[in-house]
């Protein structure tokens, strides 16, 4: 069943706000990063995403694609963000058949919940070459498409259609630390420290370089992964200062926000979208 499009972009958004657009969406098939690619293509962009597993890859894709009626979405599987030769490939790809790339999202990710006596020093590495090696990667396979749009949508534009944009998906546990997951909170800082230098090192260029931290979002790998047996739905809901868990339409929100005309001025930024979890936890 095709999702509605209440649950993954709220009503506030025009259609035609993304048209031409393209977006390069790594890790593309999973929950967070395939609704935040959904409401792009729902807006008017095509999109390229992808993954290491490709039957997953090419069916999120064509899912994706009936967001909106002539929408063009490949599926790139069998790439791995640690390859950086076969991100290079897919870039050069999704540049010849859907004519560019206008928007990044990095959102490879491992996630496995572990101790540290039980964290090998593979383990350990896996993570943070898949996050953060991944995202360096991404970075780089894309960033001369992106200096090219980013030149073609200099601020302000006539149609304000925006282009030259980066979104990292982060998260919020590492702001206040996490048992458990030592690995993937170092792996999430070091994705944070790449926004940041990507923003100084190619503002100049008219590239905006934000990362997006996912709070408790129901229904997706990684909370399925986080969550423990004991803990119920209920008391996470509780245990949020908003009184709920966050869905995959608040995370696609914040990303059409911050690609769209009206996030221009946005560089450097974290926006976390946890319904200020984390600040309950510093005691604020
Ligand atoms: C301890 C573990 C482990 C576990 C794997 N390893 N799972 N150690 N506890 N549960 C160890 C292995 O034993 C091995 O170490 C090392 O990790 C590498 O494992 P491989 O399977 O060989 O690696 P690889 O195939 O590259 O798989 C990477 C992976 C895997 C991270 C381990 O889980 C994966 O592919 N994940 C991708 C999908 C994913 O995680 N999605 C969730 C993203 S959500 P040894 O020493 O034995 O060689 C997310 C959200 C976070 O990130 C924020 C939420 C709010």
Not at 38 to 56: D, F, P, S, T, Y
Not at 76 to 90: N, Q, S, Y
Not at 229 to 254: C, E, F, H, M, Y
Request: hydrophobic share 40%.
């Amino acid at each position: 069943m095709p999702l509605e499009r209440a649950e993954y972009l709220s009503n506030v958004w025009k259609e035609g706000i993304f048209n031409g657009r393209v977006a390069f969406v790594t890790g593309g098939a999973g929950s967070i990063c395939s609704a935040q690619t959904r409401a792009l293509v729902h807006l008017g962009a095509n999109a390229c995403i992808i993954g290491r597993n490709v039957e997953k890859t090419e069916a999120a894709a064509k899912d994706i694609a009936t967001a909106r009626k002539g929408a063009k979405v490949i599926g790139i599987g069998g790439c791995d963000v640690r390859d950086p030769e076969a991100l290079k490939k897919a870039a050069e790809r999704c540049a010849n058949e859907l004519g560019g790339i206008d928007f990044v999202i990095a959102g490879a990710a491992g996630n496995f919940v572990a101790p540290i006596s039980g964290l090998s020093s593979n383990a350990f590495k896996s993570v943070m070459d898949i996050d953060v090696l991944g995202t360096f990667n991404t970075v780089k396979a894309t960033v001369p498409y992106l200096i090219e749009s980013a030149r073609r949508n200099q601020y302000p534009t006539a149609d304000g259609l925006t282009g030259g944009r980066i979104i990292y998906v982060s998260a919020s546990f590492h702001y206040t630390g996490m048992p458990f997951q030592a690995h993937v909170s170092a792996a999430k800082s070091s994705v944070d420290s790449i926004m940041a230098s990507v923003s100084l090192e190619y503002g100049p260029y008219g590239i905006t370089s934000n990362v997006i931290s996912p709070g408790a979002i129901e229904n997706t790998e990684g909370m399925l992964r986080l969550s423990s047996s004991k803990t119920t739905k209920a008391q996470i809901a509780a245990s949020v200062p908003l009184g709920r868990w966050g869905t995959i339409r608040d995370i696609a929100d914040a990303t059409v926000y911050l690609f769209s005309d009206a996030g221009n001025y946005v560089n450097g930024e974290v926006l976390v979208v946890d319904g200020a979890n984390w600040r309950l936890k510093t005691g604020n």
